[in-house]
């Protein structure tokens, strides 16, 4: 049972919508079909909330593009866009531990070259020496036809996020 490309978006959509705050496409060039921002910031006290023990900041911006199949330049495309668009929304300071930018590259099948390109692609920037934060790159590329996910070393617990929306559609 084949899951059409379409009906799949939404169901993603609606399962990032329920943490993160969906923006519109600010590209008419690239598949992207929606972008998701996320923040959480953590704090721990003694007795009151003005002994702060610690105090954390993390967040993520979510890149979601669709297509028909993705050949490895429009891939690195994506990526870019998406690195290009995230990066400068990263507000590091000492209080920022982490903010992740997630490339999802949505499509029907996916090539060898492409999922070749998904699995090396690396980024890491570090703010003031790493006492500001850092930032990582997770792409995945989702082949629906084959129920399969591919995805860079920082991405690896996608594939268990995506294996559940699979299941989720049975």
Sequence with gaps: MNIERADFMEVLKDSYSAYYTIADPE??????????????RDMHYWFTK????WDNQTGEFAYAFSAESFTP????????YALEDGLPRVQPGKDHYHTDIK????????????KKLVQKKSFTKNYNHSLWGFTNLLVAAVDLSGKKTYTNKAGNALVKYFRKLFDARK
Excluded at 27 to 40: A, C, I, M, N, S
Excluded at 103 to 114: A, K, N
């Design 27 to 40: 590209t008419e060039e690239l598949p992207l079909v929606f972008r998701g921002d996320y923040f959480k």
């Design 50 to 53: 003005k002994a702060v023990v």
């Design 73 to 80: 330049e429009l891939a690195e495309r994506c990526i870019d």
């Design 103 to 114: 490339v999802l590259l949505i499509s029907d099948t996916v090539s060898e070259e492409t």
